[in-house]
């Protein structure tokens, strides 16, 4: 069975920083581009960020350019989301998703069930 668990989030301050995690297990998502997601109450699902399998090409959101990394480590299932100078708008559930790299939610064929990022005034 195939799984993408995320880690990291919680309660900053607008200005902070936080770090998320995405550990995938029961295949080889190294092989796979990857990508963040993220949703608050009432909007639809946003891209953020994706990276290709080697993680030589990155791809942002205009709104977290400058602000957001993403990350992964080559051969390891494992993806990062450096998040820095937080604002209140960034304040969604956040998930990683894998086997695509554009920013169409529907593309992503693997989801994790997301970890809560809250940014306060």
């Known amino acids: 069975q195939v799984h993408l668990v995320e880690s990291g989030g919680g309660l900053v301050q607008a200005g902070g920083s936080l770090k998320l995690t995405c550990t995938t297990s029961?295949?080889?998502?190294?092989?796979?581009?990857m990508g963040w997601f993220r949703q608050s109450p009432g909007k639809e699902r946003e891209f953020v960020a994706a990276?290709?399998?080697?993680?030589?090409?990155?791809s942002y959101a205009d709104s977290v350019k400058g602000r957001f990394t993403i990350s992964r480590v080559n051969g390891r299932n494992t993806m990062f989301l450096q998040m820095n100078s937080l604002k209140p708008e960034d304040t969604a559930v956040y998930y990683c998703?894998?086997?695509?790299?554009?920013?169409?939610?529907?593309?992503?064929?693997?989801w994790g069930q997301g970890t809560q990022v809250t940014v306060s005034s």
């Open positions: 990276i290709s399998w080697t993680g030589g090409l990155t």
């Open positions: 029961g295949r080889a998502f190294s092989s796979y581009s």
């Open positions: 998703a894998a086997d695509a790299m554009t920013t169409k939610s529907s593309d992503y064929a693997y």
